[in-house]
C-alpha cells in the first residue's frame, strides 16, 4: 500500500510541475504578447472581444494573467522543486486561481474553445494533482 501511495504522490508531483511549467510559460507568452500589444491585434483578438468587459485595452488583463497564471506558477513549481512542506496546497491554490481566471473569461463572454476547455482541464488537474499530494502528506504525518 505505502509503494503505490508513494508512485501516486510521485505522478501527481510531476504532474503538477509539467502542468505548473505548462501555464506559467504560456500565461507569460501570452501577457507579453497583449503588453506589447494593449489592442490584441498582434496576437488575433480583436478590440471587441473586450465589449462585455470593464477594459478598454487588453493591458490590465495581460498584467494580471501574467502575475497570477505566469509569476505564480513558475514560482509554486520551483518550490515544489525544493520540496516545501506547502506543495500540495501551493498547486490546489493554482488550480483554483486558473479555474476562476477561466470562469471569469466566460462570464465576460470571451469563451473561446481552442483555449478556454484545455485551460479548464489544466485546472482540474492542477486540483487532482494537489489532492493526491495533500492525501500523501496527511498519511505520512
Not at 45 to 58: A, C, G, H, R
Not at 78 to 91: E, M, Q, T
Request: proline share 5%; charged share 10%; net charge neutral.
Amino acid at each position: 500500500m505505502s509503494s503505490d501511495l508513494n508512485n501516486n504522490y510521485r505522478r501527481a508531483r510531476t504532474g503538477s510541475l509539467v502542468l505548473l511549467f505548462f501555464l506559467g510559460i504560456s500565461a507569460l507568452a501570452g501577457a507579453l504578447g497583449m503588453i506589447l500589444d494593449p489592442s490584441g491585434e498582434g496576437m488575433g483578438m480583436p478590440p471587441e472581444l473586450l465589449d462585455k468587459t470593464p477594459f478598454n485595452s487588453f493591458l490590465i488583463p495581460a498584467i494580471i494573467l501574467g502575475i497570477f497564471n505566469g509569476i505564480l506558477s513558475l514560482v509554486f513549481a520551483v518550490l515544489i522543486l525544493k520540496r516545501s512542506p506547502w506543495s500540495s496546497w501551493l498547486v490546489l491554490f493554482q488550480g483554483g486561481v486558473l479555474f476562476v481566471w477561466m470562469t471569469a473569461e466566460m462570464f465576460m463572454d470571451l469563451f473561446y474553445a481552442l483555449l478556454t476547455i484545455p485551460y479548464y482541464l489544466v485546472a482540474l488537474l492542477l486540483i487532482l494533482c494537489g489532492i493526491v499530494m495533500h492525501k500523501f502528506r496527511t498519511i505520512q504525518s
